[in-house]
């Protein structure tokens, strides 16, 4: 077993990566608007698509400083010294596990799968990764669905980066909200086979499924068709909720 002391070294480097990374996503946001007006309308900062991803960048931040403090009192920088010295790997603790679970759907949710993927069904992906995995509050566990959720991040990754998604969408509209769907299901699927029919784990899930469709069912209604809000991405989900919406009006 790895002695804890030398993972602080790993601590130190990802905390540094992290404020960095942090800073760079306030900088972008602080280019968005936070209020401007459209069609006439007035939008106020708390409907500003900067909120968010200033929230994220305030907390990444704040969320590494702690680990960097955490480090350096217990010999972080002096770890990291020795292992550049000797020229020695330096493994990822638990905690930059944890903040890997973190950081990895949040960038995936603001950066790649709200302006492209239907808002309920981006929304939807996100929170059963991130809901099970903490939820579960198991570390063996945590990495293995990690794993796969960064491939299936990778996935999208690419066909976004080399333009797959639009071809797709010429030939049918719905097409990226359809493998949106298989991910979600694929997901769901995979974290059954990992937790192995154990009933705790499985009392877990379901709580976490249903939070995750909950969350979007409520917030599609509330600032699209309540606050006139426009969503980042409207596919066949927000579709279908438009045309029940009119239905029983």
Do not use: C
Not at 107 to 126: A, K
Not at 158 to 164: Q, V
């Amino acid at each position: 077993m790895l002695d804890k002391s030398k993972l602080r070294g790993a601590d130190f480097i990802t905390s540094i990566g992290l404020i960095v990374f942090g800073i760079w996503v306030l900088f972008q946001t602080f280019q968005m608007p936070m209020k401007d007006t459209y069609g006439g309308v007035i939008n106020v900062w708390y409907v500003s698509p900067a909120l968010f991803p200033l929230f994220i960048g305030t907390g990444i931040i704040l969320l590494a400083i702690n680990i960097l403090i955490h480090s350096l009192k217990t010999g972080g920088l002096q770890v990291f010294r020795e292992a550049l010295n000797s020229k020695k790997g330096i493994r990822l603790s638990e905690k930059g596990y944890r903040f890997l679970a973190i950081l990895v759907p949040l960038l995936s949710l603001v950066y790649m799968n709200l302006p492209r993927i239907d808002f309920f069904l981006s929304i939807l992906l996100f929170l059963l990764f991130f809901i099970s995995v903490f939820y579960f509050d198991d570390f063996p566990l945590l990495k293995k669905l990690l794993a796969f959720y960064s491939v299936e991040m990778g996935v999208l990754f690419l066909l976004f980066l080399t333009g797959i998604d639009t071809f797709l969408r010429k030939g049918f509209r719905y097409s990226i909200d359809i493998l949106a769907l298989g991910l979600i299901a694929a997901l769901y699927i995979f974290i059954r086979i990992s937790i192995k029919g154990q009933e705790e784990y499985s009392r877990k899930l379901r709580h976490a499924l249903i939070i995750s469709v909950l969350t979007p069912l409520i917030l599609v209604p509330v600032f699209r068709f309540f606050l006139r809000v426009p969503l980042p991405k409207e596919g066949g989900i927000v579709d279908l909720l438009f045309i029940l919406y009119y239905a029983i009006r």
